[in-house]
């Protein structure tokens, strides 16, 4: 039986910051975010946005009253969760209108969590394939303003729709894994930005990434030339590249030219929106599929996902006959309609950020053209608000 992506759809902001001009208020040179980094644009999060309301805004325009009645189990993966105790998968299956009859959790492990949440799906519809599990990965990068990763923050949300007879991708049921414990990035909870060692994350990103793609390679006998395109965690799309040249010595020249400009159409939309930590690899994915003309069915792409902490994963899907027909197709339009902000007032925005405090507080939703937005806070509670409700 086959199992994998029936759909995927992304959400973020409708701002952004263009990256040359953030590039010049820092006293950087452009073509080091354009070029160095590998960004165009980074989607500026507003206060009104956050990992519940991206990712219901995510999920909601794929499903339909057939997927709604179908699903039992919601993974959200989020390292920007907004309690420590209750999930926000809750609060995201409540505004979706989802069956109360329902699995809901959250999971953590920085960027990695969404992969996660797709193996237990996957391993879920293997034995009820009846079924439908939604899987998401949402989350706001945030590093601080003139920091040195503050050109790789964004925000966003993947969501995925993981089913038997998948119109996507079928995913690979063997899969290579890595995890110790490594201080390369991480957030202490009384931080609302993360601490980063960036070129140590960037050099232990690398060898995670060679030691999982071997071992995948060495276990399941496979050669790599076989893998159409490797799709990679762009936490910065710089580095998905540096991490696809470590693997361009195993094949031919032939072959490194063909992953090469496969991977120009996966970094495409990540470009122009910057880290969106659990979500990353999957709107890559999403650009590969929605921008790559010379894909086709049958083949077989690689993923490699990546969390801090750390955490890789190694594995593979197979590209299956109507496979753009699950797929988000007025992204590119969405991004290219967003409303570009000056530094100023992304820094204004940044700093407009829900407080971690008991007050109430009102957030002004009235510039967010999201359906569904975060307007507030009351008695401790988030308050949410469906406008088509
Ligand atoms: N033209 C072209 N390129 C230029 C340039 C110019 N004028 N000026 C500089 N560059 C290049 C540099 O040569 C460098 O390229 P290489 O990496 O290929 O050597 C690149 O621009 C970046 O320059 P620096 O290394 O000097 O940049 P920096 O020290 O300011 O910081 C960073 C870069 C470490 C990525 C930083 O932004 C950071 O800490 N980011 C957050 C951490 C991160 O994203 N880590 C990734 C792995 S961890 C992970 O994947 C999990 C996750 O999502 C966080």
């Not at 189990?73 to 299956?93: F, M, P, Q, R």
């Not at 993947?158 to 957030?187: C, E, H, K, N, Y």
């Not at 980063?196 to 232990?204: A, E, H, L, M, R």
Request: charged share 20%; aromatic share 8%; net charge negative.
């Amino acid at each position: 039986m086959k199992v994998g992506i029936d759909k995927l759809h992304f959400a973020t902001s409708h701002l952004y910051v263009d990256m040359a001009e953030l590039a010049v208020a820092r006293q950087a040179e452009p073509d080091k975010y354009l070029i160095g980094i590998g960004q165009s644009k980074m989607a500026v999060i507003p206060p009104s946005q956050d990992a519940v309301t991206l990712a219901a805004n995510a999920a909601a325009p794929m499903l339909t009253a057939e997927d709604i009645a179908a699903i039992d189990l919601v993974v959200v993966g989020t390292e920007s969760g907004i309690d420590n105790s209750k999930a926000s998968a809750i609060y995201v299956a409540e505004l979706l209108g989802l069956n109360r009859r329902v699995r809901t959790i959250e999971m953590k492990e920085a960027c990695y969590a969404a992969t996660a949440g797709i193996q237990l799906a996957q391993d879920h519809i293997r034995i009820h394939p009846d079924k439908k599990a939604l899987v998401i990965g949402s989350d706001v990068a945030r590093y601080g303003l003139n920091t040195p990763g503050e050109p790789t923050q964004g925000g966003g949300a993947v969501a995925m729709l993981i089913s038997a007879d998948p119109q996507v991708l079928a995913l690979g049921t063997t899969t290579s894994l890595l995890s110790a414990d490594v201080m390369d990035f991480w957030r202490p909870l009384y931080h609302t930005e993360a601490l980063v060692d960036g070129k140590y994350s960037s050099n232990i990103y690398i060898d995670y990434f060679q030691d999982v793609f071997k071992d995948y390679l060495k276990t399941t006998h496979t050669r790599p030339e076989t893998m159409t395109a490797l799709v990679f965690h762009l936490p910065y799309t710089k580095m998905g590249l540096k991490a696809l040249r470590s693997a361009l010595p195993l094949v031919d020249d032939d072959q490194q030219k063909r992953w090469l400009a496969h991977f120009e159409h996966a970094r495409q939309l990540n470009r122009q929106v910057g880290n969106l930590y659990t979500g990353s690899l999957y709107l890559s994915l999403l650009s590969q599929l929605l921008t790559d003309p010379q894909l086709q069915p049958g083949d077989q792409l690689g993923l490699f996902s990546y969390g801090s902490g750390a955490e890789g994963e190694f594995y593979t899907g197979e590209l299956q006959p109507d496979y753009q027909l699950g797929l988000d197709a007025g992204l590119p339009q969405r991004l290219a309609r967003r409303r570009r902000v000056s530094v100023a007032e992304y820094e204004t925005l940044f700093n407009q950020q829900l407080q971690w405090q008991a007050e109430d507080q009102v957030v002004s939703v009235a510039d967010d053209p999201h359906r569904f937005v975060l307007t507030g806070q009351k008695a401790e509670q988030r308050q949410y608000l469906d406008r088509e409700a």
